[in-house]
T-cell receptor
Framework: GAVVSQHPSRVICKSGTSVKIECRSL??????MFWYRQFPKQSLMLMAT?????????EQGVEKDKFLINHASLTLSTLTVTSAHPEDSSFYIC????????????FGDGTRLSIL | AQSVAQPEDQVNVAEGNPLTVKCTYS??????LFWYVQYPNRGLQFLLK??????LVKGSYGFEAEFNKSQTSFHLKKPSALVSDSALYFC???????????FGTGTRLQVFP
């Protein structure tokens, strides 16, 4: 089946640090990748949609300068949380799909980000 | 706007009993519906989807879902629950134009031995 690898699984760092999270589709080409944020005991909140080779589309209320998304290839997208602060602590999850195949989204295992 | 609703925050069921996790939808046009499961500190795993065809959709791990157009529902079912089925379940509808998934609020399933 389609596998999406997300790395790292957990990050603990000091306030002001920038953190990069990688999302890779291992056995399919991800024309579209999605980044979500999940707060404890809540549903997933879509942050942005990225299509390979083009700029990400951010959801309303999501700061694009704070959450930098790069989708440089059909198998890799990155989310960089710039100058992270404690309020950025959350569970971040990526998903990927091959739009040409009308696939369901396949999700990574998430990254638990804790900012001290 | 497309949306799904999961009316139950938690469902408790004894092992071996049938389980149902409820989902209703509101869409313009034909619905494209999904069920995902999330285990603690993990991403979501795809269980099944409905686009067209048979109203009863079979998915992974023995789960199935019944699409009911008149009741605008897409309930997740399993004939015999396992303790290992305990997890958080999300219903979702896909937006045809943007491919975005709109998730329900999730239902925590607890299966007791």
């Amino acid at each position: 089946g389609a596998v999406v690898s997300q790395h790292p699984s957990r990050v603990i760092c000091k306030s002001g640090t920038s953190v990069k999270i990688e999302c890779r589709s291992l056995d399919f080409q991800a024309t579209t990748m999605f980044w979500y944020r999940q707060f404890p005991k809540q549903s997933l909140m879509l942050m942005a949609t990225s299509n390979e080779g083009s700029k990400a589309t951010y959801e309303q209320g999501v700061e694009k300068d704070k959450f930098l998304i790069n989708h440089a290839s059909l198998t890799l997208s990155t989310l960089t949380v710039t100058s992270a602060h404690p309020e950025d602590s959350s569970f971040y999850i990526c998903s990927a799909a091959d739009r040409s195949l009308n696939q369901p989204q396949h999700f990574g295992d998430g990254t638990r980000l804790s900012i001290l | 706007a497309q949306s799904v609703a999961q009316p139950e925050d938690q469902v408790n069921v004894a092992e071996g009993n049938p389980l149902t996790v409820k989902c209703t939808y509101s869409v313009s046009g034909n619905p494209y519906l999904f069920w995902y499961v999330q285990y603690p500190n993990r991403g979501l795993q795809f269980l099944l989807k409905y686009i067209t065809g048979d109203n009863l959709v079979k998915g992974s791990y023995g789960f199935e879902a019944e699409f009911n157009k008149s009741q605008t529902s897409f309930h997740l079912k399993k004939p015999s629950a396992l303790v290992s089925d305990s997890a958080l379940y999300f219903c979702a509808v896909r937006d045809w134009d943007t491919d975005k998934l709109i998730f329900g609020t999730g239902t925590r399933l607890q299966v007791f031995p």
